[in-house]
């Protein structure tokens, strides 16, 4: 059973950078996957932000391209978030997802609120 | 970017009756690839649906996906009270990915 789980701080200053780490169990993460994050602020919907395949490529959604970055560390199994420059409005559970055509496993989620 | 558009905004029905939700894309979604989710608060989304039809690992069969290209469906047949939540559609054909702004199905 391949299990997802999101770490990192829970509190951002404004104009920093977000950081969570996503920790998969139970799979490779060197597998046929891409591995994806989506973020959803309180109350509101769901965003995609991006996704990363083993080989290295990534996608973004187009109006967090220039802050966000994903990266993969295949000897921890993990992979990570980083969003620069935060303001309020990236407020949200962040959630880590596997994409095996579809989005079929889930981290629990990680509320990061941004505030001085 | 697609858009998709989910209607109705919230849906009151009670249990045993039949549900309908509706994802509209602003383009064809390549390759039907779209797909369903179920959010209940305080939870991670789980999937129900993908390639338009298909419905993952463990889901009911009361649940099922139909559509094409710019129109899709998810019915769910005989509600039980586990389901009233929170639905969105997603499509994963064309980059970047993208959600509906989701179905509240309450109870009536």
């Known amino acids: 059973q391949v299990q997802l789980q999101e770490s990192g701080p829970g509190l951002v200053r404004p104009s920093g950078t977000l950081s969570l780490t996503c920790t998969v169990s139970?799979?490779?993460?060197?597998?046929?996957?891409?591995w994806t994050w989506v973020r959803q602020p309180p109350g509101k919907g769901l965003e995609w932000i991006g996704e990363?395949?083993?080989?290295?490529?990534?996608n973004y959604t187009p109006s967090l391209k220039s802050r966000a970055t994903i990266s993969l560390d295949k000897s921890r199994n993990q992979f990570s978030l980083k969003l620069s420059s935060v303001t309020a409005a990236d407020t949200a559970v962040y959630y880590c997802?596997?994409?095996?055509?579809?989005?079929?496993?889930w981290g629990q989620g990680t509320l990061v609120t941004v505030s001085s | 970017e697609i858009v998709l558009t989910q209607s109705p905004g919230t849906l009151s029905l009670s249990p045993g009756e039949r549900a309908t939700l509706s994802c509209r894309a602003s383009?064809?979604?390549?390759?039907?690839?779209l797909a369903w989710f179920q959010q209940k608060p305080g939870q991670a989304p789980r999937l129900l649906i993908y390639?338009?039809?298909n419905r993952a690992t463990g889901i009911p069969d009361r649940f099922s996906g139909t559509g094409s290209g710019t129109d899709f469906t998810l019915t769910i047949t005989r509600l039980e009270p586990e389901d009233f939540a929170v639905y969105y559609c997603?499509?994963?054909?064309?980059?970047?990915?993208?959600f509906g702004q989701g179905t509240k199905l309450e109870i009536k």
């Open positions: 990363i395949f083993p080989s290295g490529i990534t």
């Open positions: 383009q064809s979604v390549t390759s039907d690839y």
């Open positions: 997603q499509q994963y054909g064309s980059s970047p990915n993208t």
């Open positions: 139970g799979g490779s993460i060197s597998s046929t996957n891409w």
């Open positions: 390639g338009a039809s």
């Open positions: 997802v596997r994409d095996k055509g579809g989005l079929d496993y």
